[in-house]
């Protein structure tokens, strides 16, 4: 009887410790603003968007946060992504990769950042840390520097306005090019 009588005792002082040994504070966790929060996160996706279930095109990133009990919700890329649009698929008609992304809902705007690199299918290049692709209007644009290299040429400016297949562009400060000799 004293053998079960310890056991339960121990099991019992166990627990009360363990059980005074938790601090909850109310307060920290009422100050919590779950608003803030993802409504849902993933890591490793693909994205496809597709047209008569034609694969139109694919995004894959390391991680995605939505959120969307916010007044104007928006989907955080975090990590970047890797984006490819298709003339028709598996032709890449552009690609599209940075290291941080966001996409505002509402507002049909999308805005990447950090090393920015979009390659075209005729084999434009644009270099840049920020773009905007407007969803709506069809275009992208920035108001920083860009770096744009094609096959005979590399062009430096700040500011760009394109369209989104960045075939037609237009930089606002142009500040030289570099012909290439082959």
């Known amino acids: ?19 005074f040994s938790c601090k909850t504070d109310i307060k920290k966790i009422n100050e919590l603003d779950i608003k803030h929060l993802p409504s849902q996160k993933a ?14 095109a694919e995004i894959f990133a390391p ?37 941080k992304a966001k996409h505002l809902i ?7 950042e950090n090393k920015v690199v979009v390659i075209n299918d005729i084999g434009y290049k644009l270099e840049t840390e920020l773009l905007y692709w407007d969803e709506e209007k069809r275009s992208i644009y920035t108001e920083k520097d860009v770096r744009i290299t094609t096959e005979n040429e590399i062009i430096w400016g700040k500011g760009l306005t394109a369209d989104q297949d960045f075939k037609d562009y237009e930089i606002i400060e142009p500040v030289g090019s570099i012909y290439i000799d082959e």
Request: net charge positive; charged share 20%; aromatic share 16%.
């Open 106 to 112: 509402n507002e049909q705007l999308w805005i990447v």
């Open 63 to 99: 991680e995605v946060e939505h959120f969307f009990s916010l007044k104007n919700p928006y989907t955080n890329f975090p990590k970047g992504l890797e984006a490819t649009s298709y003339k028709k698929y598996p032709v890449i008609e552009t690609s599209l990769s940075c290291q």
């Open 1 to 19: 009887m004293f053998k079960i009588f310890f056991k339960n005792s121990t099991v019992i002082l166990f627990i009360a410790v363990l059980f």
């Open 43 to 56: 890591k490793n996706i693909t994205i496809l968007r597709t047209d008569s279930t034609i694969i139109k």
